[in-house]
């Protein structure tokens, strides 16, 4: 078998949880193959490939064999490696555990706890046999529903040690998982507190209450709860030290305490069926209906000067003891007596009411100053609050799947054991509801630390041969319990902290030389710490609760998602499941736990709502195929069959974002500001996708795709976008944008809008962007989507700067309201917050200026923007002398390109030097020169600096055209008998060089709207105007078709000159913006 199929100790000490490629989605060939070193390395493994198999002698150099590939999988170990010497000999495999020894049995050891011995009893007597059977029933229920999801879940492939942690975190994600796995992790610390208090408040209870440091803790219950905390402390510390020398002992010490729980069990059985008739052992001192404590029975009279000391002074005896007499009742009655009569009913109290018979207020008020040594209520109770503090001994139903690595067949065992083991201390628990209520009095039920019996455990004295069977296994099961939580919670965070999703977790991770998690466990001790202090049971038993009940829940949420989804991958060999059930349990999971304590219930929330927020912002990624993934896609699909219904409404309109993006030569997008302005137009909301386009092959250049892919992304990601990436290798660049812009998105989630940046350099160094822009331009209006051209990208403000001033938006056509709706969208990003709006409009000589100016006002009122309005009015003018020579100049611009046979990058120099060169003759500058904004400015004053000695050369080169051209004109107009001395204009009229009549009115166009802008809007922020359309393609020749579109590119410059930052619109043919609700 070859090495990469062979799963080794080291591969296994490298990832806790080993995965196949075929489950991570990793291409085959991209393993690395062993065979790949020399060229004979390669024909010896060819030599040994299979005469029948042959034919695949190549696939099988980079892909396993099946029969390899299936054997590599029967042998995967899920297990989690403990560290091992290297000089030691290597240790026999371990041996598979069945469903009883496996399962079965570890589920009954943590279900039964402490909570079965000393509050069992309580709870019966306060809720009654009819509401404590149902407060069983109850957590009994959730308990089975989340084993029923639990088990769909094990049972669908092969679930590695982490328990519950694991199962939500591949089903639901990572955020998910790693929430629920905190929570899971603090409920198992908090559950080793409170056994540990349990310990302790069976061992000074019941066992030897002379131990109490702090005095008599049956007149105080702050010395009670003081003596929990400082034994507590002290149990702590000795059972951490045993956890942290050796985990052997803890597991041999799990088949003590397993026995003592089932031996105290079965004793209890027999002993309440040996004293069916009751037994003379419990006697109860009762004044009237109300139960006295510290009263030995033999002074339990009226007589005996002990009760009148207690009641009475030298102002008199206390009333209720006056009116009532003294009698001893006894406190196992048995079920022959009938007794179960009295505990049908609930009789819940308030704290600091008296324990008494019925609900009578003269018998559970109290009215003396004093208590005297009547029994009150240290807690207020109700239903749902004792719900709370039994569902911990109904947990632990987790034990099972936790150990799925040592199972020999897990995916039969975790279902039949963990069910079963639900089944079996149901029953216990529900048979002892009824039976406890049928054979104890309801007084001594409702007595919780047993002071009416001079401190006796109730179930105890039950148990048969005698009340030590009980105390000294409780003692031992509730050490063994806490033991076992001491030694898998530091696992879970390790595990948690080993998947690095909680970045701040990883120093958790390590383990010591002796492969123990000890950093992990001395956060469990003090956080275990902080629970003991709190020092009662009856808070530590619902706070716990939240934590396992927010646990249980999700296992149920994962089982509904993965049945609702379908997904492919989900097969469960348990078949025994709904979604229905599964959400039946997660409903009863979040009921019980707000009917339970609502503020706790909202602070385990809160925590799982903080931990998975901070996966998702802070977190790696991780893409475990989970379910969550799942829904988002089946969700998105349901969305977009409903888009693809019929185009958006008008009022649903908003721009979806293309940004088209250039690569520089070191594969960087070449406009980073760009990306800037998409965020700032979507305000973090809306779709937007960037796409590159690379000249090239696909298949020659696809690492430098995917280079330009990721660079592409961390740009997006740099400056906030939200959206979507992706670049395509053309062999044209041209072709390329035209397939992104028609290709594009998906359904109704479509682009709507294009951002494509200006090419500053399309007369520059013979470069040919221009026809790409017009190609583009035309592509994007044939796709009937609109188009942005941001101009003076590098002038436009950061995403976190805050600018004030003026967007000025130059609204010559209508072109479905973009113009108005886009400078609305800019002002919702904090950077335009602070601009006002100005919206100018022409006029011709035929409109009502006056009209035209309150009709805009009034549409602007119906479209809720406020914003300055003026009409400018444009006078009929002659064509100036400037524009014939401008026009003129363009002309003979192209005219020489066609004529000169030139090469690309000469010409181009050439004529632009004649064209800036004229420019600075007939015009003054303006007041920005748009050069590439990739430019540095100091290389560009240096690159001028070292060709001052060219300068002479070139303007020899100039005068030459330039006379040439000049020449060709004179000579023109001598043919015409005309004089040299005549004015240019006539010249230029009468000559045979005289510009075309369009292109001399565009010219005109441009120049006069560029005057009438440059004078109202030269210091505005932002100005916003349409984009002229591009022209029509010529049928005549290509030649034409080039004339006309530098034409166009010359016109665009001329209407944005001495604007510093501009933006042309072109709207898609649609109305965007409208004035109805």
């Not at 905190?182 to 000074?204: D, K, N, P, R, W």
């Not at 008296?354 to 207020?361: D, E, F, Q």
């Not at 040439?964 to 004109?969: H, I, L, R």
Request: charged residues 20%; hydrophobic residues 40%; contains cysteine.
């Amino acid at each position: 078998m070859p090495e990469r199929f062979k799963v080794s100790k080291a591969d296994e000490d490298a990832d806790p949880y080993p995965i196949d490629e075929n489950a991570t989605g990793k291409l085959l060939n991209d393993i690395n193959d062993p065979c790949d070193n020399t060229l004979n390395e390669q024909c010896n493994e060819k030599s040994n490939i299979d005469a029948n198999l042959y034919l695949y002698d190549d696939e099988l150099e980079t892909r396993p064999h099946v029969s390899t590939f299936i054997s590599s999988l029967a042998n995967y170990e899920n297990t989690i490696p403990s560290a091992t010497d290297q000089d030691s000999k290597t240790a026999a495999p371990s041996a598979r555990m069945g469903t009883l020894i496996g399962v079965f049995l570890p589920c009954i050891q943590n279900i039964f706890g402490v909570i079965l011995f000393i509050r069992l009893t309580w709870v019966v007597g306060t809720a009654g046999a009819v509401c404590g059977f149902l407060i069983v029933l109850t957590c009994c229920c959730v308990t089975m529903l989340t084993a029923i999801s639990m088990s769909a879940i094990a049972t669908n492939g092969v679930v590695p040690a982490g328990g519950s942690y694991f199962m939500i975190s591949r089903s639901l994600g990572p955020e998910f998982g790693g929430a629920v796995g905190m929570l899971f992790y603090t409920g198992t610390t908090l559950a080793a507190a409170m056994y540990i208090v349990g310990a302790v408040e069976i061992v000074l209870t019941y066992m030897a209450p002379w131990a109490s440091i702090f005095g008599d803790f049956t007149k105080d219950p702050d010395a009670m709860y003081n003596n929990f905390r400082v034994y507590g402390t002290l149990l702590l510390l000795i059972m951490g030290l045993i956890v942290f020398l050796g985990v052997k002992f803890v597991n041999k010490f799990a088949a003590v305490a397993l026995a003592c729980v089932i031996f105290s069990i079965i004793a209890v059985y027999i002993g309440i069926f040996d004293n069916i008739n009751g037994n003379e052992k419990l006697y109860m001192c009762v004044l009237g209906k109300r139960l006295l404590k510290d009263i030995p029975i033999d002074n339990c009279t009226k007589s005996d000067s002990l009760l009148s000391d207690i009641f009475c002074d030298e102002n008199g005896c206390d009333e209720y003891y006056t009116n009532n007499n003294v009698s001893k009742v006894k406190g196992i009655k048995g079920l022959a007596s009938g007794v179960f009569y009295e505990n049908v009913l609930p009789s819940f109290l308030e704290k600091g009411q008296l324990i008494a018979y019925g609900k009578n207020t003269v018998d559970i008020e109290n009215m003396a100053p004093s208590t005297y040594n009547q029994i009150i209520a240290d807690i207020t109770t109700s239903f749902t609050l004792l719900i709370g503090i039994f569902f911990p001994s109904v947990t632990g139903i987790m034990a099972g799947s936790n150990r799925s690595g040592d199972l020999a067949d897990a995916q039969k065992s975790i279902p039949i054991g963990t069910i079963c083991a639900i089944l079996t201390t149901s029953t216990v628990y529900l048979s002892s509801v009824i039976l406890f209520a049928g054979t104890v009095d309801n007084l001594l039920l409702r007595d919780k630390f047993g002071q009416s019996i001079g401190g006796k455990l109730v179930v105890a004295n039950i148990a048969w041969p005698n009340q030590w069977v009980i105390l000294i296994g409780s003692f031992l099961s509730t050490l063994g319990a806490g033991l076992q939580s001491l030694t898998g919670a530091p696992r879970l965070l390790q595990a948690i902290a080993k998947d690095e999703i909680i970045p701040f977790l990883s120093p958790f991770a390590v383990s010591s030389k002796r492969g123990e998690p000890t950093r992990a466990l001395l956060l469990t001790i003090v956080i275990c710490q902080c629970g003991i202090l709190l020092g009662n049971v009856d808070l530590l038993a619902p706070l716990l609760s939240m934590f396992f009940l927010m646990c249980y829940g999700f296992v149920n949420l994962a089982c509904a998602v993965q049945t609702l989804l379908r997904t492919p991958n989900w097969r469960p060999r348990f078949k025994f499941y709904h979604w229905g059930l599964s959400l039946v349990g997660l409903t009863l999971c979040i009921s019980i736990m707000f009917m339970t304590s609502w503020y706790f219930a909202l602070v385990a929330m809160g925590m799982a709502i903080v931990i998975y927020k901070y996966i998702e912002y802070r977190g790696a990624e991780k893409e475990w195929g989970d379910g969550i993934r799942g829904m988002a896609l089946t969700a998105a699909r349901y969305s977009l069959l409903r888009l693809e219904e019929g185009p958006p409404h008008t009022k649903n309109w908003r721009p979806q974002i293309l940004v088209l993006s250039k690569f520089n030569e070191n594969s960087m997008p070449k406009y980073r500001k760009i990306f800037s302005f998409a965020t700032q137009l979507k305000a973090g909301k809306g779709l937007t996708i960037c796409v590159s386009v690379i000249q090239g092959d696909h298949h020659k250049i696809t690492n430098r795709a995917v280079d330009a892919k990721a660079a592409l992304r961390k740009l997006m990601d740099d400056e906030k976008v939200k959206g979507f990436c992706d670049v395509l290798v053309s062999s044209d660049i041209a072709e390329g944008l035209s397939s992104v812009i028609q290709t594009i998105g998906l359904g109704g989630m479509k682009p709507n809008t294009v951002i494509i940046g200006w090419p500053y350099s399309w007369k520059k160094d013979g470069s040919e962007s221009w026809k790409t822009f017009i190609q583009t331009v035309r592509t994007v209006a044939a796709c009937h989507m609109a188009l942005l051209v941001p101009k003076g990208i590098n002038f436009y403000p950061e995403s976190n700067h805050k600018i004030g001033g003026n967007i000025d938006i130059w609204w010559i056509v209508h072109d479905g309201g973009l113009l108005m709706l886009l400078p609305f969208l800019l002002k919702q990003h904090r950077t335009w917050r602070n601009c006002k709006l100005r919206i100018f409009t022409v006029a011709q000589m035929e409109d009502n200026s006056i009209q035209m100016k309150k009709d805009l006002k009034t549409f602007l009122y119906h479209l809720r923007i406020e914003a300055d309005v003026e009409v400018v009015e444009m006078m009929n003018s002659d064509i100036s002398e400037y524009t014939y020579e401008r026009t003129l100049m363009m002309e003979q611009r192209n005219e020489m390109l066609r004529e000169l046979r030139l090469n690309k990058k000469e010409n181009s120099k050439i004529v632009q030097t004649i064209v800036d060169h004229h420019h600075d003759v007939t015009k003054t500058s303006s007041k920005v020169r748009f050069a590439d904004p990739t430019v540095n400015i100091e290389e560009k004053h240096e690159n001028e600096a070292d060709g001052d000695e060219k300068v002479k050369t070139r303007e020899a080169e100039v005068d030459t055209l330039e006379t040439k051209m000049e020449n060709g004109s004179t000579l023109n107009m001598v043919e015409k008998g005309q004089s040299e001395d005549e004015k240019p204009e006539k010249h230029i009229m009468g000559g045979t060089n005289r510009p075309d009549e369009v292109n001399v009115r565009r010219m005109h166009t441009a120049i006069k709207l560029n005057e009438v802008i440059v004078n109202k809007s030269q210091d505005a922020q932002l100005v916003i105007m349409n984009l002229p359309g591009p022209p029509r393609e010529s049928k005549i020749d290509r030649e034409t078709n080039c004339i006309l579109f530098e034409s166009y590119m010359e016109f665009l410059e001329v209407l944005t000159e001495g604007l510093e930052k501009v933006l042309m619109v072109r709207g898609g043919g649609r109305e965007v913006i409208t004035i109805y609700s």
